[in-house]
C-alpha cells in the first residue's frame, strides 16, 4: 500500500492558486493598459498549467514528496525574478 505525501498537493494546490492570482493580475493590468489580449486563450493555459502543476505534485506525492532541491530551485528562482523585476536587478547583480 502506498502512503500519500499530503504536504505535496498542498504545495502544489498553492502553487496553482499563486499562478492563478498572477495570471489575473497580469490580465486586469493588460487591459487598463489597452494591450489587446486573448482571453479565452489566456484562461485555457492558465488551467491547463494549473492542472500540470497539480498533476506533477500529486505523482510527486504518491512517490516520496517533493524533494527539497526541488523546493530550494523554486525559492532561488522566485528570488531572481523578484529581483530582476523590480528594477534593482541589472545594477544590483550585474544582470544584463
Known sequence: IKTFNAASLAIGILASLVFIV??????IVQHKLGIKQSVPGQIITMFLVSFVILFVTFKLGLWKGIPWVLVWLCIILGIYGIVKN?????SACGIV
Do not use: E, Y
Not at 523590480?86 to 541589472?90: E, S, T
Open 22 to 27: 498572477i495570471t489575473i493580475r497580469k490580465m
Open 86 to 90: 523590480a528594477g534593482i536587478g541589472q
